[in-house]
């Protein structure tokens, strides 16, 4: 059974870090491309980052650059997510998913439609 589970999620101060991580089992993540979504209270799902198979070149959302990155480990089936100098605009669920049709990263992969396989979302949280 394909399995998504996402870690790491906390509470963390403003300008502080976390490192998500999103771990497959039951598949192989070595020819998907990856991405992170997150959706706050009463907000659309917003996608964070995307990560090709290939040779992991990545994208991120404006409102994340210079502060996140994500990366891949195919032997660890394992997809991270590395927040610094979080915000309180940074407060959601964050999920991630899978695009199980492509190895490279969509053009619309930032609207969550194409991807196939979602996890459960793990929570973060920024306050002082």
């Known amino acids: 059974q394909r399995q998504f589970v996402e870690s790491g999620g906390g509470l963390v101060q ?4 976390l490192r998500l991580s999103c771990a497959a089992s039951g598949f192989t993540l070595d020819y998907y491309a ?3 979504f997150r959706q ?3 907000k659309e799902r917003e996608g964070v980052s ?3 198979s290939v040779d992991g070149t990545s994208y991120y959302a404006d409102s994340v650059k210079g502060r996140f990155t994500i990366s891949r480990d195919n032997a ?3 997809v991270y997510l590395q927040m610094n100098s979080l915000k309180l605009e940074d407060i959601a669920v964050y999920y991630c998913a899978a695009d199980l049709r ?3 990263c969509s053009d619309y992969w930032s609207t969550g439609n194409v991807m196939d396989y979602w996890g459960k979302g793990t929570l973060v949280t920024v306050s002082s």
């Open 40 to 42: 706050a209270p009463g």
């Open 14 to 17: 403003p300008g502080g870090s």
């Open 50 to 52: 995307c990560i090709e």
């Open 34 to 36: 990856i991405g992170w």
């Open 102 to 104: 492509r190895y490279y």
């Open 76 to 78: 660890e089936r394992t």
